[in-house]
């Protein structure tokens, strides 16, 4: 609403707790699968379906999202059926069960972000801060640190048996902070002018490009979400250290946001995902090698600030400006369809390489990944003033 003052904190508390899930899958969600027994291609096979589902989920609730403009109803819809959805694990931990559970919430859970985009947004641009999305945003990455420093510690001191009711508790904190947010909407939402359809903008140059890129990259995270944590505990790594050792990339990734106004004022999108690409080739080359010597282990987590901080803000970036008003829902969703795309695929090659190849020459076809989408991103997309 035109002068009405940016709800910070409220937008702010959603990012928190959502990403506070994320903080608790990512590094965990293979450890109780591993806890359970699964060996490591049924592991893959189970962190990859949640990714699937961001393959088709986001590009529906996108279209209904700019079809009716009721965004943060979805939002709402999504973060309550999320949890209902989750909850069933307590009823059986069977794999086919187990499956179902993660194809069932994961294609209610990844309705919400792509949405919660666009009203994060609309909410800045009303207010002529649009800069100031880094800023929100961040509050994500804390929920991220204090759930994987907290969980890694409660892990060492209890049974992962206790691992979905922790899950539960977070998916509460999302539902609770999804009626606090209040609704906005782009610019010109009943309008649509000549031309301005969702395919015509994707066929603009570098586009296509660029999705291509973003599934390339989050392929060559495959490896990291799946089995970091195992790959750090079997050579010698405390649970709690495993756990500061992810909330320091995210601290990285925290400053890293911090500092991307200014950095996308000085240099294009294209250089920034570049940089982005080429760290990212390096870092999953170390971790796959080198990461028994701390040193090197600490520094490859520092990298996270541009695999994924530098990456996601410059994505974002370059999404917003790509389409109008009326595709910006379609836009985020597509780049969070090709992110599950490329992430399904990483966690499966993963968890079919990680016995027959071992971790080194895993994370050595993640690194070829993110080399490929730079080759694509320096060859394929125009260079832009910042």
């Not at 009203?119 to 800069?131: C, D, F, M, N």
């Not at 946001?257 to 080359?285: D, E, G, H, T």
């Not at 974002?316 to 490329?342: K, N």
Request: proline share 4%.
């Amino acid at each position: 609403m035109p002068g009405a003052p940016l709800p910070y904190w409220r937008l702010s508390s959603f990012y928190l707790f959502y990403f506070a899930l994320l903080g608790a899958t990512a590094p965990f969600l293979a450890l109780y699968f591993h806890h359970l027994g699964f060996a490591p291609a049924r592991i893959g096979e189970l962190v990859a379906i949640p990714m699937l589902m961001r393959c088709v989920a986001p590009n529906i609730w996108g279209w209904l999202g700019d079809y009716s403009g009721r965004r943060l109803a979805i939002v709402r819809f999504g973060a309550v059926c999320t949890l209902l959805a989750f909850s069933l694990i307590f009823v059986d931990k069977s794999y086919g069960w187990l499956a179902l559970v993660m194809a069932l919430h994961a294609f209610f859970w990844h309705a919400v972000l792509p949405q919660f985009e666009v009203i994060t947004l609309a909410h800045l641009k009303a207010q002529g801060q649009a800069a100031r999305y880094s800023q929100i945003r961040l509050w994500g990455s804390i929920g991220f640190i204090f759930t994987v420093v907290g969980l890694g510690r409660l892990f060492e001191w209890l049974s992962l048996d206790i691992y979905p009711v922790a899950i539960v508790v977070i998916m509460t904190g999302i539902v609770l902070s999804s009626v606090w947010v209040p609704s906005a909407q782009p610019p010109n939402q009943g309008q649509r002018a000549s031309g301005e359809g969702f395919l015509r903008q994707l066929r603009s140059p570098g586009v296509l490009a660029f999705y291509a890129c973003v599934a390339l990259m989050q392929m060559s995270h495959g490896p990291y979400y799946t089995f970091i944590t195992l790959h750090l505990e079997h050579l010698g790594y405390t649970r709690g250290l495993i756990g500061m050792l992810w909330a320091l990339g995210v601290v990285a990734e925290v400053l890293m946001f911090l500092a991307m106004s200014r950095i996308l004022a000085r240099f294009s999108v294209r250089r920034v995902l570049l940089a982005s690409f080429l760290a990212a080739a390096v870092r999953w080359l170390l971790l796959g090698a080198l990461a028994d010597h701390l040193a090197v282990l600490l520094f490859a987590q520092v990298l996270h600030a541009a695999t994924f901080a530098s990456f996601h803000a410059s994505a974002i970036h370059f999404v917003q400006r790509s389409f109008g008003a009326r595709q910006q829902g379609q836009g985020q969703a597509l780049y969070a369809a090709l992110s599950g795309t490329g992430g399904a695929l990483g966690a499966l090659y993963a968890g079919y390489s990680w016995n027959s190849l071992g971790p080194a020459w895993t994370f050595s076809i993640a690194s070829l990944a993110a080399l490929a989408a730079a080759i694509i991103i320096a060859t394929r997309m125009q260079e832009e003033r910042p």
